[in-house]
């Protein structure tokens, strides 16, 4: 019978050590122990995920060294990682949409159909916009140009 006692007491301590394992690993897991929570947070604030805004397409006339007239179809989408600019984006897209238009009918179609040529004209827009942006409105936080759209025709 003493054996039987001392099985049941083994067994109730486990029982007891688990849950308190369970509950220590429950109290640390939703946050309420390691300082996780607030690093993670930090970290979503300093590193913002990127917001997209899509602009409609453009449609260009382009340059063809035979004459022959050709047209460049582009869709930009440009890319922020802030929420202030991206809110202020819809103000300035007639900017956006002029600057890029000025910039993409100065190319010719055999510059844009060279293997660089679709990098190329995205860093180019990139570079340019920015300039652009900040002259105009002050802004510098434009992050990417992005082309979901591209046919040359």
């Known amino acids: 019978m003493a054996k039987k006692q001392s099985s049941l007491g083994v067994k109730a301590m486990s029982a007891v050590g688990l849950l308190a394992v369970i ?9 309420g122990g390691w300082q996780v929570g607030a ?3 930090k970290t979503a604030i300093e590193f913002n995920k990127p917001l997209y805004y899509e602009m409609r397409p453009l449609v ?3 340059a063809s060294g035979n004459s022959k007239t050709r047209y460049l179809k582009i869709r930009p989408t440009l890319v ?7 809110d202020q984006l819809a103000d300035v ?5 002029n600057h890029l238009l000025s910039l993409y009918t100065q190319k010719t179609a055999e510059e844009l159909l060279q293997s660089s040529g679709f990098e190329a004209l995205r ?5 340019s916009l920015q300039e652009a942006l900040k002259d105009e409105a ?5 992050s ?5 759209e591209y046919v040359i025709q």
């Open 60 to 62: 260009v006339n382009i």
């Open 23 to 31: 509950g220590v690993g429950a109290y640390f897991w939703s946050d």
């Open 93 to 97: 897209e007639p900017v956006v949409r």
């Open 123 to 127: 860093e180019e827009s990139l570079d």
């Open 138 to 142: 002050g802004m510098m936080m434009l």
């Open 144 to 148: 990417d140009v992005l082309f979901t």
């Open 39 to 41: 690093a993670s947070k």
């Open 80 to 86: 922020t990682r802030h929420q202030s600019f991206f």
